[in-house]
């Protein structure tokens, strides 16, 4: 399983995005690989348009969803402090993201540079598709 961005999630949404991401999401579902957070969904679903949210929402349903845990806030705060420490300034729901994401196992797809350095410095593994989109396992 992959746990995917909302920069992800955006992008594959656009009219003229960035057809790389659309076919990597593409990929993911298509394999039941692509797994949900509780702060992408917010961020997703949260910047919908009116019309578009109800059809949204009945679609991220079907996604497996990762529930935040009280330690996952805690072990966010002290990634803070080691990404901090090591000069980068990362927003808070990208660190819960990458956190959350260590704790199960997962790779994350994502655009955002935040995850590079969370890559880096936390040993967060991303994700990237394989071949025309296909799912990767092996990366």
């Known amino acids: 399983m992959v746990l995917v961005d909302t920069s992800i ?3 594959a949404s656009r009219r003229d995005g960035d057809p790389t ?4 999401l593409e990929g993911l579902l298509e394999e039941y690989e692509a797994a949900l957070c509780g702060p992408v969904r917010l961020e997703f679903l949260g910047g919908a348009r ?3 949210r109800q059809w949204l929402s009945s679609r991220l349903d079907c996604l ?3 529930e935040v845990t009280a330690a996952d806030w805690e072990t966010a ?3 803070s402090w080691t990404l901090r420490d090591q000069g980068e300034t990362v927003p808070w729901n990208d660190i819960l993201i990458a956190t ?3 704790r199960v196992g997962m790779r994350v797809y994502a655009r955002d540079r935040h995850f590079e350095a969370a890559g880096r410095i936390l040993g967060l593994r991303l994700y990237e598709p394989g071949y025309c ?3 990767n396992p092996k990366n």
Do not use: Y
């Not at 991401?21 to 990597?24: H, I």
């Open 9 to 11: 999630w955006v992008e």
């Open 64 to 66: 497996p969803l990762i």
């Open 21 to 24: 991401a659309k076919l990597g």
């Open 100 to 102: 959350i994401a260590l």
């Open 50 to 52: 009116k019309p578009e």
């Open 133 to 135: 989109g296909r799912f």
């Open 77 to 79: 705060v002290a990634h």
